[in-house]
């Protein structure tokens, strides 16, 4: 079993950065391929970034250049770095964990953090 505890997000100006992240507790995250998901009111959550148990990245496409996936492994820890945000990024962001290769797919995910607020003022 895996428990997902996100932190970091916030309030932040257009233009501005934010950073949040997701620990695992409870088994290891090392083997675990893990997305980043985001999700506004009304609507489905949305794929925004993911990296695979070796590192490698994956991202939407209207993030990318602007948003980074890393993890540590040690620190069982997955980080999102939010740069150039818009309003349009503004949602509930959530981290997800399965093992195995990641998903663009949220349904394909086993463990979930609980969610972080990011709100982009204009």
């Known amino acids: 079993q895996v428990q997902l505890v996100q932190s970091g997000g916030g309030l932040v100006q257009a233009g501005g950065s934010l950073n949040v992240s997701c620990e695992a507790s409870g088994r290891t995250i090392g083997a675990n391929a893990v997305g980043w998901f985001r999700q506004t009111p009304g609507n489905e959550l949305k794929f925004v970034a993911a990296?695979?148990?070796?590192?490698?990245?994956a991202y939407e496409e209207s993030v990318k250049g602007r948003f980074t996936i890393s993890r540590d492994n040690a620190k069982r820890s997955v980080y999102l770095q939010m740069n150039n945000l818009t309003p349009e990024d503004t949602a509930v962001y959530y981290c997800a964990a399965r093992q195995g290769q990641f998903y663009y797919t949220p349904s394909m995910y086993t463990y979930w953090g609980q969610g972080t607020q990011v709100t982009v003022s204009a």
């Open positions: 990296i695979s148990y070796t590192g490698n990245p």
